[in-house]
């Protein structure tokens, strides 16, 4: 299979890995991101440039993941490969304050027969039951309920 991505590093770039390497603390993606580089350039400032197989060996990770960094490296800079990208998922609450008022209102009341306090699950189960909310997790009910607590305290 022919190379498709090809490294060129320039001389700052090269620089710039070295000292990421000799110096400082960085994240593990970091490190083997500059290792991978540094091996793979074939620039006029490498002197010997390895094969993806011995890079894999010596660093023990995969041929897929040098292939990764390599295609990153040209499709998207030096500072897209040795940082990490942020989160594209976007989070809906569930939560509106009607909802946050019924739960409130709920956990204050007494517990059904048979319990001396209300749990997070019996919480999250009665909301659903009472159509305050099509699903619910007690997770969810438990940072509502420790954020008004917090607010309450103070």
């Not at 299979?1 to 590093?9: A, Q």
């Not at 960085?26 to 091996?39: D, E, I, Q």
């Not at 209300?118 to 099509?134: C, I, T």
Request: aromatic share 6%; glycine share 4%.
């Amino acid at each position: 299979m022919p190379n498709i991505y090809v490294v060129t590093l320039t001389s700052p770039e090269r620089e710039e890995l070295m000292s990421i390497i000799h110096k400082g603390k960085h994240s593990a993606k970091t490190y083997r991101s500059a290792y991978v580089l540094l091996n793979t350039d074939e620039g006029e400032y490498q002197v010997e440039k390895l094969t993806n197989e011995a890079i894999a060996k010596v660093l023990k990770i995969g041929m897929r993941t040098i292939d990764r960094i390599k295609k990153q490296f040209v499709e998207e800079g030096l500072e897209a490969c040795l940082s990490r990208r942020k989160s594209s998922r976007e989070y809906h609450s569930k939560i509106d304050g009607d909802l946050e008022a019924h739960l409130i209102a709920l956990s204050c009341g007494d517990p059904p027969e048979g319990f001396s306090k209300w749990s997070l699950r019996m919480l999250a189960d009665k909301a659903v039951e009472l159509n305050y909310v099509d699903k619910i997790s007690h997770e969810t009910v438990r940072q509502l309920l420790k954020k008004r607590i917090k607010t309450l305290e103070s």
